[in-house]
């Protein structure tokens, strides 16, 4: 076994949780803008519904249901979030640890550098994880978000037809 010490074997030891870390954190800014779109839509249908008369018309009984997904999804995006940020710190502490070990591999320590590799790996493995956990989250958000849009397309074209048919849409 060739103990030189492999430069490339260290700079991708440190390079990888550090490119994964960024794609992490740009995961992270896009999740925080869903999630206060999803929190801003929560607050325009809570008023609309605080404010309605009839809470038993069509209308109402579509908002709540609209109110009851954008929930469902603040929940979901919430959750992902969280995983993000694990992520970044895992990411970030598999680098750290890669890097204190290629610092201390030269004073030949032996149990504790495996000690490091694994605390090393285990963080990194850790970290894609929740990365992809939290990339399934998001998945799950857009079906939600897709779903409620179809509902809504729909009510729209039901509304519509009695107007195509009887020749006042063109």
Not at 16 to 38: E, I, W
Request: proline share 3%; net charge neutral; charged share 20%.
């Amino acid at each position: 076994m060739n103990s030189d010490p492999n430069p490339f074997a260290v700079l991708s030891l440190i390079v990888a949780p550090a490119v994964l870390t960024n794609a992490s954190s740009v995961l992270t800014m896009s999740t925080s803008n869903r999630l206060a779109r999803a929190v801003d839509r929560a607050r325009e249908l809570s008023k609309q519904l605080e404010e309605s008369t009839n809470l038993a018309s069509r209308e109402a009984s579509r908002r709540l249901r609209e109110l009851s997904f954008t929930e469902d999804r603040a929940l979901l995006l919430l959750a992902a979030l969280r995983d993000f940020y694990f992520a970044m710190g895992g990411f970030a502490s598999a680098a750290l640890v890669s890097l204190l070990g290629a610092i201390l591999v030269p004073f030949r320590l032996g149990t504790f550098i495996t000690v490091m590799e694994t605390i090393g790996v285990g963080a990194g493995l850790f970290a894609v994880g929740t990365l992809v956990h939290g990339s399934f989250l998001l998945v799950q958000d857009t079906r939600i978000a897709v779903q409620v849009l179809r509902e809504r397309a729909a009510n729209v074209r039901a509304r519509a037809e009695p107007f195509e048919t009887n020749g006042l849409g063109e």
